[in-house]
């Protein structure tokens, strides 16, 4: 939400930019914190999500572990104070140099997500003198019940070993004598709003944690991955996830047994409300059924609606003001929140649009919107996940850049 002073503070900033919201990351953290504890639940941030400088020096004052996909991501994660007791280490393709280097740092766990792989990162140890402790990430054949696009635990995705190989893993496992099994680990897919899910997830690790006890392996872990979505259609209603009700499923469905850890890793629920990507109005163009508003941002800064076909809510600020300020005569001084919902002024539907050169380079289509001008700001919210991480240099764009609330 937005109030008169933002606008005035944008309007004399160059855009396309990133605006966080700390104060509303520091509480969104704060309640993940609080549910967590309540458990003592283990929480890991999947950096991917976003790696900004002052979200992860946030994230990681709060005392979460890290959780990388990439060599890279590791190397962020120690340099920016993340105790490597709580690095853990996913990807379906961990490159050699990859392995070494997080050998190298003593991370946590590797997440492993192939029976080959194991083999690998058991000579690099061994190379090394060391003991790689792993969880195996399995695919348990759970619809997560989001769109396809971001759906991973699927027989059809490439990540994770299927539940036909388990055997194949515990034969490896035996053999490989620099690999410390810690547990097993899974990550069905992302913006999952139906608890539901995690229950069926529940009721598959539960089986797959006894066919290992059956089979002379005990658990010391159990990591369930990340996913909890966020209200990307009303983020003033609902800013924070719903933590409480994600963690109370695992709690009530999950056999935990004496002294076993449970880990999660969280991305999308921790960082996307706190941002939103502001942009201006750089023409209004009318088509023969279509009138398009080309934006100054396009998928360069925020590919998710082109790569996911994601929603995100778009707002007229400059528009909110103009409302404002006529209707206004605002009464509470203090308050003075802008508003959309204005019989007031004419609405239009228009295609929001980049000025990149792609047909796809569309945020959304039919977009009802106060008539908006030239030089209007505009906003998209909940752009905090996967938004400023997916910025590209296509068409040799600037790269966007960052504003924090003060
Ligand atoms: C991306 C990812 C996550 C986080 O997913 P969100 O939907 O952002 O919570 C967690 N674990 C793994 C292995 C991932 O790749």
Redesign the pocket.
């Known amino acids: 939400m937005f109030n008169i002073h933002t606008l005035t503070r944008f309007q004399q900033l160059e855009t396309p930019f990133y605006y966080y919201d700390l104060n509303l990351l520091g509480k969104t953290l704060e309640s993940c914190s609080a549910a967590s504890a309540k458990y003592n639940f283990h929480v890991?941030y999947?950096m991917?999500?976003n790696f900004n400088p002052k979200v992860l020096e946030l994230v990681q004052s709060h005392g979460f572990g890290a959780?990388c996909?990439s060599g890279g991501e590791v190397k962020a994660a120690i340099q920016y104070g993340f105790d490597k007791s709580k690095i853990?280490f996913?990807?379906v393709g961990k490159s050699d140099k990859e392995i070494n280097e997080a050998l190298d740092r003593d991370i946590f766990c590797f997440?492993v997500e192939s029976v080959q792989e194991l083999g690998i990162i058991n000579n690099l140890a061994k190379a090394k003198n060391k003991m790689a402790s792993v969880a195996i990430?399995i695919n348990p054949n759970v619809d997560a019940h989001t769109h396809h696009f971001?759906t991973?635990g699927l027989e059809e995705n490439k990540?994770g070993v299927n539940t036909w190989e388990l055997p194949a893993v515990v034969d490896a496992l035996k053999k490989c004598d620099s690999l410390e099994f810690l547990g097993i680990?899974f990550?069905i897919?992302?913006?999952?709003t139906d608890m539901e899910v995690y229950k069926n997830l529940c009721i598959k690790v539960n089986e797959l944690q006894q066919w290992f006890l059956d089979n002379g392996l005990a658990i010391k872990v159990l990591n369930l991955?990340?996913?909890?979505?966020v209200d990307y259609h009303n983020p003033d209603e609902n800013p924070i996830g719903d933590f409480e009700s994600y963690f109370k499923v695992f709690h009530d469905n999950l056999d935990i047994k004496p002294n076993q850890e449970v880990h999660?890793?969280?991305?999308?629920?921790?960082?996307?409300q706190s941002a939103s990507l502001i942009s201006r109005v750089l023409y209004v163009k009318n088509g023969i059924n279509k009138n398009f508003l080309i934006l100054d941002a396009g998928m360069t800064e925020l590919i998710r609606p082109m790569l996911y076909q994601a929603y995100h809510e778009i707002e007229n600020l400059s528009a909110a003001g103009r409302i404002e300020n006529q209707e206004s005569r605002i009464k509470n001084e203090e308050k003075n929140i802008l508003t959309l919902d204005s019989g007031l002024f004419t609405r239009t539907k228009y295609d929001v649009v980049g000025p990149i050169c792609e047909s796809t380079d569309c945020f959304r289509k039919d977009v009802e919107l106060p008539e908006s001008f030239r030089g209007d700001l505009i906003v998209i919210r909940t752009a905090g996940?996967?938004g400023e991480v997916m910025a590209s240099g296509y068409n040799l764009r600037d790269r966007v850049t960052s504003v924090y609330s003060e």
Not at 189 to 192: A, E, R
Not at 225 to 229: D, K, N, Q
């Open positions: 890991h999947a991917k999500a959780d996909v853990v996913a990807g997440n990430r971001i991973t990540f680990h990550h897919g992302s913006q999952i991955g990340g996913g909890l979505g999660f890793e969280l991305g999308r629920a921790f960082v996307a996940a996967y």
